[in-house]
């Protein structure tokens, strides 16, 4: 039953296994109990979920009260398809340890790509 | 209340709807990398909208770059107006005649 028809509600989404994605491009999962105009939310059993290519690993993190200005998307999990998805859950330590190469090959790569940019620009103001 | 009325009228039509280049993406001194960061472009049936624009869906698809894995098992979503960029629509759903005229009310009303 829709209390406003035609209104992007979030009511009838509480007590719904949810995948929250947050401005910092964390990913929570949880069940929403409690709303607000400023999509404010209470999840509860939430878990963090952290992706590194195909595999991904889950913190628990109990009750989460997330600002509604920090929500990107919210998101109903199908509770038939989350069985069957293509990826593999590892242990918290592994996700980690991937998660850190990652941002460290990131890092390596940005870094690159300063210097490049630094020798290119250091090349046309010879020729000035 | 101009674009949330046009909205309301294309509910049932399928949109994408491209969100914004995240500004606190992998917070911290590092520079923010554009091919990582959190810009998605997600496709699907517009169920509704509401005054601030927040915009639900359903039957979503995200729309490259598939680099969200996590959206795999998420079919319908509840998007908020705030982190909207753009949202493309179907050309032969809009009738910018219509819409043109409505603006210039809108004006009219606002100016009042």
Request: aromatic content about 6%.
């Amino acid at each position: 039953m829709n209390y406003m028809p035609g209104t992007a509600s979030l009511i009838e989404d509480i007590d719904k296994k949810h995948l929250v994605l947050l401005r910092d491009g964390r990913t929570l999962i949880g069940f929403l109990r409690s709303i607000d105009q400023f999509a404010n939310l209470v999840l509860h059993q939430t878990v963090e979920r952290i992706h590194v290519g195909k595999k991904y690993g889950d913190i628990p993190r109990g009750i989460f009260v997330v600002r509604g200005e920090n929500v990107v998307l919210l998101g109903e999990i199908d509770l038939e398809k989350e069985s069957d998805t293509p990826l593999q859950q590892v242990s918290i330590e592994e996700i980690l340890e991937e998660q850190r190469v990652e941002q460290q090959t990131r890092l390596e790569a940005e870094k690159l790509k300063v210097q490049a940019l630094k020798d290119r620009d250091d090349e046309a103001t010879a020729f000035s | 209340m101009l674009f949330y009325s046009f909205f309301k009228s294309l509910v049932g039509k399928d949109v994408v709807v491209e969100l914004k280049n995240d500004l606190s993406c992998h917070t911290g001194k590092r520079r923010v990398d554009m091919d990582s960061c959190c810009r998605i472009a997600i496709c699907g049936t517009l169920h509704s909208v509401d005054q601030y624009l927040n915009i639900k869906l359903t039957d979503i698809s995200v729309t490259d770059p598939e680099k969200y894995p996590h959206m795999l098992s998420v079919k319908n979503c509840f998007i908020r107006g705030s982190v909207v960029r753009y949202v493309q629509l179907p050309a032969d759903e809009v009738d910018t005649q219509l819409l043109q005229d409505a603006a210039r009310k809108e004006a009219l009303q606002q100016k009042q």
